[in-house]
């Protein structure tokens, strides 16, 4: 067992957006002493690692992307190769694979009170020690497989969305997709005419509207070089966006007139059965779950060769052939998708992380988690969490949200670093002030009282995942540093 060991001054876990967001940041400060520890076999976070048919950003491209990185999309919701390509020109820009070590699995963080400093320990017993620490592994990096009876007897081929076996050859075969949120609404209608038959296991029906994508012409894509023309796009889609927390928030009116009317609409134009469309009929309000943006998902569901199980004809049990349903149907399948998301809330951070007198992470969290502007914990000094409790965002782009935390969190280094200081900590006071704001806000909310049970809860039914207001009070919030709100060594 490999016993070596190194030292920086700040240690980024992640080599997503929020992690390479990041590292630029530290680069821009001129602080180069870091290093980025990622699990995988390669960088650059979700788009590399979600390699499944269909897969395609639901913001339009030009706001989801780096303030600073304006790229010439080739449409306005680019597609996961596109995205990967943007990825790896700003690791390519930065320079950050010569500061990345892959295959580098976190076994735990530990906090070194004589030494004021983190200890992370690998794996394999290799160690790092630094003075900071930035948490980037976000909220849908660990998937969750449903423990369905039998699971493991199937013969067949098997898989998460989230790790998609490209080697597998899936025209032609008998295909079940279990799952009907985001994922599943592109992998579905990219596969439905491939397959020799498909069958979609639906727990529950998402509204869908239409998504307004646009390709790009030629002289636009060279107006999108322009950075001021790269700009002015950014801010108008920003503000359209922004418009949808009226809906999410203040007002059920605006939810039934502007989505719920288009999503019952595209439902009666693109479903003619009226039993399937009862099927995909969601009972609860628009907006507790998350919107699915798609005109192929309906077509793809209702083609002769579809067959759409709901929760009255779900999974009793899987065999080695295939699925029994619960009214007794068998299906024999060649492949089995599991569409079925990932622990985002109460599953945040993978690894065990052990905070000032051994206090642990899990434990601090244990009725549910939270954290000052979704980023800092009491106990844990110069830790920051990308992408933390209450940060998700579902009316526009998680990178707006990330380039927000970035502001609070190279504040604070730069605060430690400029008074020669130790650590930085925000107090119990002000976390736990900071926290009952934000969930005396989202009682108001859609995903709150919208009479659903989403990803965006934790187990104790608190709404871990979203922040329950407009980004750009967020980004105020982290751009005013509260000196009184923290205690620095």
């Known amino acids: 067992m490999s016993q070596q060991s190194s030292s920086v001054e700040v240690a980024i876990i992640g080599s997503g957006f929020g992690g390479l967001c990041a590292a630029i940041n530290l680069r821009k400060r001129g602080i180069e002493d870091f290093v980025i520890l990622e699990r995988r076999s390669f960088m650059g976070g979700t788009?590399?690692?979600?390699?499944?048919?269909?897969?395609?950003?639901?913001?339009?491209?030009?706001?989801?992307?780096?303030?600073?990185?304006?790229?010439?999309?080739?449409?306005?919701?680019?597609?996961?190769?596109?995205?990967?390509?943007?990825?790896?020109?700003?690791?390519?820009?930065?320079?950050?694979?010569?500061?990345?070590?892959?295959?580098?699995?976190?076994?735990?963080?530990?906090?070194?009170?004589?030494?004021?400093?983190?200890?992370?320990?690998?794996?394999?017993?290799?160690?790092?020690?630094?003075?900071?620490?930035?948490?980037?592994?976000?909220?849908?990096?660990?998937?969750?497989?449903?423990?369905?009876?039998?699971?493991?007897?199937?013969?067949?081929?098997?898989?998460?969305?989230?790790?998609?076996?490209?080697?597998?050859?899936?025209?032609g075969k008998r295909v079940a997709v279990i799952g009907s949120g985001a994922s599943a609404a592109q992998v579905i209608p990219a596969i439905a005419d491939e397959v020799g038959e498909l069958h979609v296991f639906q727990r529950t029906p998402h509204w869908v509207i239409p998504r307004p994508d646009y390709v790009f012409k030629p002289w636009q894509r060279r107006l999108l070089q322009n950075r001021g023309v790269y700009h002015l796009l950014r801010k108008l889609i920003y503000w359209a966006l922004e418009g949808r927390v009226l809906g999410f928030k203040y007002s059920k009116t605006i939810l039934n007139l502007v989505a719920r009317r288009r999503?019952?609409?595209?439902?009666?134009?693109?479903?003619?059965?009226?039993?399937?469309?009862?099927?995909?009929?969601?009972?609860?309000?628009?907006?507790?779950?998350?919107?699915?943006l798609s005109d192929t998902l309906y077509p793809a569901l209702t083609r002769p060769t579809t067959q759409l199980h709901d929760k009255q004809n779900g999974i009793a049990r899987i065999t080695e052939r295939g699925i029994v349903t619960q009214q007794g149907q068998t299906i024999d399948l060649d492949l089995i998708v599991y569409s079925t998301g990932f622990d985002a809330t109460d599953g945040l951070i993978s690894y065990p992380v052990y905070g000032r007198g051994g206090v642990a992470l899990r434990d601090k969290w244990a009725t549910f988690p939270r954290a000052y502007l979704g980023t800092a914990v009491p106990d844990f000094p110069n830790l920051f969490i990308v992408t933390g409790p209450n940060t998700g965002i579902g009316h526009t782009s998680a990178l707006f949200i990330i380039e927000s935390q970035m502001l609070y969190i190279m504040g604070c280094i730069d605060r430690v670093r400029r008074k020669n200081s130790k650590s930085i900590e925000v107090r119990p006071d002000a976390e736990?002030?900071?926290?009952?704001?934000?969930?005396?806000?989202?009682?108001?909310?859609?995903?709150?009282?919208?009479?659903?049970n989403s990803w965006y809860q934790s187990k104790?039914?608190?709404?871990?995942?979203?922040?329950?207001?407009?980004?750009?009070?967020?980004?105020?919030?982290?751009?005013?540093?509260?000196?009184d709100d923290h205690r620095i060594v």
């Open 47 to 171: 788009w590399f690692q979600n390699r499944y048919p269909g897969a395609a950003v639901d913001v339009q491209s030009a706001l989801y992307s780096l303030a600073d990185e304006p790229y010439d999309w080739s449409q306005l919701f680019a597609e996961g190769h596109e995205l990967r390509d943007y990825t790896q020109k700003v690791i390519d820009k930065y320079q950050l694979t010569d500061k990345t070590r892959l295959n580098w699995t976190v076994g735990q963080a530990e906090w070194l009170e004589d030494s004021q400093c983190w200890q992370l320990t690998r794996d394999s017993g290799e160690r790092v020690t630094a003075r900071f620490l930035i948490n980037a592994t976000g909220p849908l990096s660990t998937p969750v497989t449903p423990d369905f009876p039998g699971r493991d007897a199937f013969q067949g081929a098997s898989f998460h969305t989230n790790d998609w076996d490209t080697s597998y050859d899936h025209r």
């Open 263 to 292: 999503a019952i609409k595209l439902l009666k134009r693109q479903v003619a059965d009226e039993t399937v469309r009862e099927k995909l009929t969601p009972d609860y309000t628009v907006g507790c779950k998350r919107i699915i």
């Open 432 to 452: 736990e002030s900071y926290t009952r704001h934000i969930h005396s806000e989202m009682e108001r909310t859609v995903w709150k009282s919208g009479g659903c």
């Open 460 to 483: 104790s039914g608190h709404v871990i995942a979203m922040f329950p207001g407009f980004s750009f009070t967020y980004r105020r919030w982290t751009n005013n540093f509260r000196a």
